[in-house]
């Protein structure tokens, strides 16, 4: 039976929340406020201020607290063409956004040094691929890049690649070839999942709205001074949209008559046939309490997640270097005829519910698993296998390991945005949090409950 999705949003006084359901189950979670800048995917006019040889990076001022992050390797080897376009749209010598009237410079070298790119106090178009985390700023990449719904366009490029999701060899060449005749020249080409059996029609018209946001972009450059936004990625709302739409997907409800007007459009014109699932919420309950997302939040942001039919537990703690993830076994996990197929249950259990949790919480950077021992190599082996299965549908890159001699699962996980994190607890009135009283307050404790017992 095939899975139905559905996007629900709360429009609030500070922006929006967004929640992602799939069979009803909560899968991600995006809190929007109206103040974020910095979102990834915003291309910037950023101004130079510090080359670092050390690191072979350069930190570059776009507005931010803290100036941002740039290493030599996501300069991109077209940076020199990107720097001297960039110059000469200040300047005024190239006003046109047709890079296929544009000379490139040639290719840099790959193992080269910082210093031989850029200079303090230049002026370069950079993008955001990372938003500002903790306690550093936001980290970027010369290579520009500009996401659409079946495509994304590359300047100063000429390759044309395609996902590896798709596997059929004939659909490939078709996509190749009607790409590579379609898009405009010394613009590269990468074309996504979801374009398989797209037609012509709704490729080109999908490209041609990225060359039209290129093209406003450049006009903004011409004019524009150090720390403004050239190029912003669209909403968090419609960007996940474009993302995630695909045919299993039943609504899109939302309870903001603005927002509803603004997606109903969108959806229109990347799915014309789905325009009429955006659906305006108008219950008496508010959306969230109403779809059951409230409820669902107590249960699963917690320090302890429980698995399904009481078969155990997860607790879940984060430091500065990483997050480990601890699986306990549960009152109602003993019904296997011995150990070792107990354990083997309980892990795959475990195993669906983190990486539920990887994607909810956003959680990135080192995860560290600590599983219930198991002897088998074989069973070992289907775990590994199972955790890459449940986790192939999330959309950050990641590197699974297979279990160590310790039982332990090592995950490395994308991580482009601060992690999502939502207090399920209080502070306790009595110790602040403590977990220590005063004396006098024991002392009155004690007095109440004899009192209570007489």
Known sequence: MASSSELVINSTPKGCRIALLRDKSLIEFHNE??????????????????????????????????????????????????????????????????????????????????????????????????????????????????????????????????????????????????????????????????????????LDRDLRNLVDKWKIGIKTLKNAKPRDKIIGEMSRVSSLLRDVLNESFDSVIVDDKVIYEELKQFTKEIAPGKGKIVKY????????????????????????????????YLIIEHTEALHVIDVNSGNKSAVESDQESTALKTNLEAAKEVARQLQLRDMGGIIVIDFIDMRKAENKRLLFEKMKEFMKDDRS??????????????????????????????????????????????????????????
Request: charged share 25%; with cysteine; hydrophobic share 35%.
């Open 33 to 202: 406020e109206n103040a974020n800048k910095f979102t990834v995917g915003d291309i910037y006019l950023g101004t130079v201020k510090k080359v670092v040889p050390g690191l072979n990076a350069a930190f570059v001022d776009i507005g931010y607290e803290k100036d941002a992050f740039l290493h030599y390797l996501d300069l991109g080897p077209q940076v020199s063409s990107l720097n001297k376009f960039t110059k000469f749209a200040l300047t005024g010598k190239h006003p046109s956004s047709d890079l296929g009237k544009f000379k490139n410079e040639p290719d840099i070298n790959k193992l080269g040094k910082i210093s031989q790119a850029l200079t303090k106090n230049q002026k370069i178009l950079v993008q955001v691929v990372k938003e500002p985390i903790s306690t550093k700023g936001p980290r970027l990449s010369c290579e520009l890049s500009l996401a659409g719904r079946n495509i994304v366009l590359v300047p100063f490029s000429q390759a044309v690649s395609i996902s590896k999701k798709i596997s059929n060899g004939e659909e490939r060449k078709r996509l190749l070839r009607l790409l590579s005749s379609i898009k405009p020249d010394n613009f590269g080409v990468i074309i996504r999942t979801v374009a398989e059996k797209k037609d012509v029609a709704e």
């Open 281 to 312: 919420y108008t219950g008496k309950a508010k959306i969230f309490e109403s779809h059951g997302i409230e409820k669902q939040f107590k249960s699963l942001f917690g320090k302890s997640v429980s698995l399904p039919k009481g078969s155990g």
């Open 397 to 454: 890159k990641f590197t699974a390991l297979p279990l160590s001699r310790f039982g332990l699962m090592q995950i490395t996980r994308q991580r482009v945005r601060p992690e999502m994190n939502i207090k399920t607890t209080e502070t306790c009135p009595s110790c602040g949090g403590s977990g220590k009283i005063a004396p006098r307050y024991l002392f009155q404790t004690k007095l109440r409950e004899i009192w209570i017992t007489f």
